[in-house]
């Protein structure tokens, strides 16, 4: 096992990554910028290095200074969380040529996942499904609009090299093909400097399921059954939950096979996703795999009683995976995201000091937080304030828990997005489990508090 980890990451997931290496009794190294020195995980952490000022270009992804703070602390490992450079292939490479161990997959892995056509060819030469489209970018409009023929309408034109949802554009019959083509080829031009673009059918309300992968150097990988995050706005996750309403128990066969299988196909280590879009006929496709651990990812441990971050350890040090197939699910699990954000103004941040801060409790529920009363949230990070996790023995007894966990939180002094939480939990589409990745666009009177 490592004996000291350094953390190259803030908020709420530094203090998760300290949290495991506690609990396996490795000393942690926290990181952080000028803008977080006051920060939990600074406190927590058994060591400390300032890597440099507020924004995260300058300090939380500098490379080398996060390296010569791991030399400087003697860590011999870097967990990088998720976002900053948790999927950066130089990274993990540097810090293999450093002799520090990444705690994630390969560099080669986190490359081959990194380019959608890559990422997309390596599973379809596994029979994983795809969805049908051009084996690789488009020379022209004519010749695309001819593939988009054969098809069939409606088609959606995607960026190659892109990704939250840049550079993507919906065409619903051919009259609109060419200017769709010509939107979305010069946004991927500005966005990711390659207009390269492909084309594929469009799934018109596809539910958004991912399944959570744990691989080891041993060639075990199994699967954790899946999550439902189809709830989500301009590509960002609002609400997960597990297990999906629309999963049976011989869809997640299919699908949890189907994901093992793509995963195995490059030798996968350590945990990751498989993200699908599921569609309303009961067909899957697989989108992309993200190579790290993810935000949702408590909704899996709290389903599955498997400490994903302490595997994520152990497999990196070179130990066996310690379960070796799904556990039996323990009932239903929803996550809220509460963001310093304000719904009614286009989710626009709200940075500042927390004045009062009043947790919620009790039974099946968890919270994941860095804030306390009196913490400043800086305006340089993401908005993250805290994720709140509650469990039931079944999806309405989950849905009551999440219910009294939003009435009974209280922050003071940021505005957050806990009482738009509070809407779409009472919304009677989201109780009947009646979601779809356009269900916020639809539902528009949620965003704002009733008069
Ligand atoms: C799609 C799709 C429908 N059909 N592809 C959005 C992010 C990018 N990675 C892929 N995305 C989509 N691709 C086809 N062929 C719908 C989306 C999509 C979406 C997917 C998952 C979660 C939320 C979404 C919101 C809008 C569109």
Redesign the pocket.
């Known amino acids: 096992m490592f004996k000291k980890i350094l953390i190259a990451n803030r908020g709420e997931i530094a203090l998760r990554v300290i949290r495991a290496c506690r609990e396996l009794g490795v000393q942690t190294v926290a990181v952080y910028s000028e803008a977080d020195r006051e920060s939990l995980h600074v406190r927590f952490a058994d060591d400390d290095v300032c890597i440099g000022p507020a924004p995260a270009r300058d300090s939380y992804l500098k490379i080398p200074r996060i390296i010569a703070a791991a030399e400087i602390a003697g860590a011999d490992a870097i967990h990088p969380g998720y976002g900053f450079l948790a999927e950066n292939a130089e990274f993990a490479e540097t810090c293999a040529a450093s002799n520090i161990a990444f705690i994630g997959p390969t560099a080669e892995q986190i490359r081959v996942m990194g380019d959608k056509a890559s990422a997309r060819n390596a599973m379809a030469a596994v029979g994983v499904p795809i969805?049908p489209g051009t084996p690789g970018p488009v020379e022209d409009a004519e010749e695309a609009l001819e593939f988009a023929r054969e098809i069939g309408f409606p088609v959606?034109i995607k960026a190659a090299a892109g990704?939250g949802?840049k550079g993507?554009r919906v065409a619903a019959e051919p009259e609109d093909f060419t200017r769709s083509f010509q939107l979305a080829r010069s946004e991927a031009l500005s966005a990711f400097g390659s207009g390269d673009v492909y084309v594929?059918?469009?799934?018109e309300r596809?539910r958004?399921i991912e399944f959570q992968i744990l691989g080891d150097r041993y060639g075990n990988v199994i699967h954790l059954g899946e999550r439902d995050c189809s709830v989500?706005r301009r590509?960002q996750k609002l609400i997960e939950e597990a297990p999906s309403v629309a999963v049976t128990p011989e869809l997640r066969e299919a699908m949890g096979e189907a994901s093992v299988r793509g995963a195995q196909a490059i030798d996968y280590v350590g945990a990751g996703t498989i993200e699908m879009?599921l569609n309303a006929d009961g067909n899957f496709y697989f989108?992309?795999m993200n190579t790290r651990i993810q935000v949702e990812h408590p909704v899996t441990e709290v389903l599955t009683g498997v400490d994903l971050v302490k595997e994520q350890i152990r497999v990196a040090s070179g130990e066996e995976l310690s379960v070796t197939e799904m556990p039996a699910l323990r009932g239903h699990v929803i996550e809220c995201r509460v963001n310093a954000e304000d719904p009614a103004r286009n989710f626009q941040p709200s940075p500042g000091k927390i004045d009062v801060f009043h947790p919620p409790g009790g039974p099946g529920v968890r919270l994941d937080t860095h804030v306390y009363t009196g913490y400043t949230v800086p305006p340089y990070y993401d908005s993250l304030l805290a994720k709140v996790i509650c469990q039931g023995r079944d999806r309405p007894e989950a849905l009551r828990r999440m219910q009294v966990a939003l009435e009974s939180f209280i922050i003071e002094g940021v505005t957050t997005t806990i009482p738009f939480l509070a809407r779409v939990m009472a919304d009677p589409h989201f109780q009947a489990g009646d979601v779809d990745?356009?269900f916020l666009e639809r539902e528009v009177y949620l965003l704002k508090e009733p008069a």
């Open positions: 969805i959606i990704g949802g993507m594929e059918k469009y799934l596809p958004h989500q590509h879009l989108m992309e990745t356009r």
